[in-house]
């Protein structure tokens, strides 16, 4: 498995209330041990709406997890083109947009935020809100040149819209099943069906603020909805090409 969304929460950086919201820890070690057991071969390290700017957690996180794991981070506009490619040897290799979470909905700025960081590094851009909320952002997102989308889009009244981006090559993260309004597996179907390659599956762990957290059945419903070969790109080989991530050799 390359899990495609974790955060890690070390109280030793710092730590930002979000709407009065402090997570508690959720360290590296905290995450290996709550995935012991689940194959996973890497992943990308998100920071959340807590963690602000701030990259020094996000940085000691990659190198204690190792080469098999990225990083998405958020950025202010005025971040220097040095600090990006200071970040991109680090392994940051996307930045994030938490309009969810009250980050400024400026399509004009996202835009040329987002056109910045791939134009110096080759990044794309992460997107966590409501699908149905796309209205202005939709045609941005279609615009850039590598875009995601988060938590399958969080509802079912955003799914016709977010189809349309996944046919314009949008990624999107079959994540937060926990925290999602809408029909999980009608929806993971139904974005395959537009585009295979378009579905990232991650944990979500530690999961804070969803109301279920990632459970083992998770990826059993991915299996079970799109066949045990189509779940393997969910699980593993999409998230690996995204994030240009090594892909484990044969065996056998």
Same mark, same amino acid.
Not at 69 to 96: I, K
Not at 128 to 150: C, I, K, S, T
């Given at each position: 498995m390359v899990d495609a969304h974790l955060h890690v929460i070390d109280p030793r950086f710092p730590l930002v209330p979000n709407q009065g919201y402090v997570p508690p &820890?959720?360290?590296?070690?905290?995450? =290996?041990?709550?995935? !012991?057991?689940?194959?996973?071969?890497?992943?990308?390290?998100?920071?959340?709406?807590?963690?602000?700017?701030?990259?020094?957690?996000?940085?000691?996180?990659?190198?204690?997890?190792?080469?098999?794991?990225?990083?998405?981070?958020?950025?202010? !506009?005025?971040?220097?083109?040095?600090?990006?490619?200071?970040?991109?040897?680090?392994?940051? $290799?996307?930045?994030?947009?938490?309009?969810?979470?009250?980050?400024? !909905?400026?399509? !004009?700025?996202?835009?040329?935020?987002? &056109? $910045?960081?791939?134009d110096l590094a080759g990044w794309h851009a992460?997107?966590?809100?409501?699908?149905?909320?796309?209205?202005?952002?939709?045609?941005?997102? $279609? $615009?850039?040149? =590598?875009?995601?989308?988060?938590?399958?889009?969080?509802?079912?009244?955003g799914l016709p819209r977010l189809l349309e981006l996944v046919r314009h090559g949008v990624k999107v993260k079959a994540t937060g099943f926990g925290r999602v309004d809408l029909d999980v597996r009608e929806t993971l179907v139904r974005i395959h069906a537009v585009d295979p390659t378009a579905l990232l599956f991650g944990t979500d762990l530690p999961g804070t603020r969803a109301p279920r957290p990632f459970r083992v059945g998770d990826t059993e419903l991915i299996v079970d909805a799109l066949g045990r070969d189509d779940a393997a790109a969910v699980l593993h080989h999409n998230a690996a090409a995204w994030y240009g991530l090594p892909r484990p050799a044969a065996t056998g």
């Open positions: &820890r959720f360290t590296v070690d905290d995450y =290996r041990s709550r995935v !012991a057991g689940l194959g996973v071969v890497g992943g990308a390290v998100v920071s959340g709406s807590f963690q602000g700017h701030d990259q020094t957690y996000l940085c000691a996180a990659l190198a204690d997890l190792g080469p098999g794991f990225a990083g998405v981070t958020q950025l202010p !506009a005025s971040v220097p083109d040095e600090r990006v490619l200071e970040l991109h040897r680090a392994g940051v $290799r996307a930045v994030r947009f938490n309009l969810r979470r009250g980050g400024a !909905a400026d399509p !004009a700025g996202i835009e040329r935020l987002a &056109r $910045r960081v791939h992460e997107f966590y809100l409501d699908a149905a909320a796309l209205e202005d952002l939709a045609p941005v997102l $279609r $615009r850039l040149p =590598r875009a995601g989308v988060d938590h399958l889009g969080m509802s079912a009244a």
